[in-house]
């Protein structure tokens, strides 16, 4: 039997996995309080008709497509995809158009949880880890890469922690066939408060979410707050990320899985 590594976070209330501008709220209604919910559709129904007067449990959630483990679509980078590959570029592609053979495919992990916070990752950094862990990227290889925001899940700092993907790094994998890529921080760049302090030193404008830009240039899809990667080996997975479909979204949630055989 494969075993299954659950490499997805939580939704839940009192983590502070996202801004304050964009958290979730989960609003819980237990099985004392569904029972007036019940009564509307059997109007003449008493608490004690029902086996220990309960009803049901459900709960009213309120999230933006990019709250808990999600998988972006290109939308979510540019409204249009693959510059490189055709003058001026295509539609890009919303969540439900994304292929979903691109979503179960074979795994690899990066570790970088040595890289301080705001660290931006090079291409340097990424072929010394691939010869590291002996791996020649192929086809459709989904990447994940393993930062020190993993660790600080469930802290107030989160956010903020973890190293980013730059532009460079990103399309050297793009340029190899992958197609997919996560993380376990808050976004596939660096932290914003770092990128800010370098924009306002540089004036460089073109630093602000330059992993996710590249997206402009090669189509890709990149899962952000993974979890647990720290449980996987370099090699050996597979990984399921399949999203939810949401018409015409920027990104859906999804139980991303690795299995090991």
């Known amino acids: 039997m494969p075993k299954f590594i659950d490499i997805s976070m939580p939704l839940e209330n009192d983590v502070k996995s996202d801004p304050e501008l964009a958290r979730p709220t989960i609003q819980y209604i237990d099985h004392d309080m569904s029972v007036g919910r019940i009564q509307t559709f059997f109007p003449d129904l008493q608490p004690g008709d029902l086996p220990d007067g309960k009803g049901w449990a459900i709960e009213r959630v309120q ?142 404008n073109g630093l602000i979410w330059e992993g996710h830009k590249a997206g402009r240039e090669i189509a890709y899809c990149h899962l952000e707050k993974l979890h647990n990667l720290e449980a996987l080996p370099s090699t050996g997975f597979t990984v399921s990320c399949f999203p939810v479909k949401i018409k015409r979204a920027s990104a859906g949630w999804t139980r991303a899985v690795a299995i090991l055989e």
């Open 63 to 204: 999230l933006t497509t990019h709250n808990g483990t999600h998988l972006d679509a290109p939308y979510h980078f540019h409204p249009t995809m693959n510059h490189r590959r055709k003058p001026g570029g295509e539609p890009a592609w919303t969540i439900d158009q994304v292929p979903l053979e691109w979503c179960f495919a074979p795994g690899i992990k990066l570790d970088f949880r040595h890289f301080p916070d705001g660290y931006v990752v090079t291409v340097d950094d990424v072929d010394a880890e691939l010869r590291r862990i002996s791996v020649t990227l192929s086809e459709g290889t989904i990447v994940l890469v393993n930062t020190a925001a993993g660790a600080a899940y469930g802290r107030d700092e989160y956010v903020d922690k973890g190293c980013g993907m730059g532009r460079e790094a990103t399309l050297y994998l793009l340029e190899r066939g992958v197609h997919i890529t996560g993380t376990d921080a808050w976004s596939w760049d660096a932290p914003f408060i770092y990128t800010k302090e370098k924009v306002d030193k540089t004036g460089d």
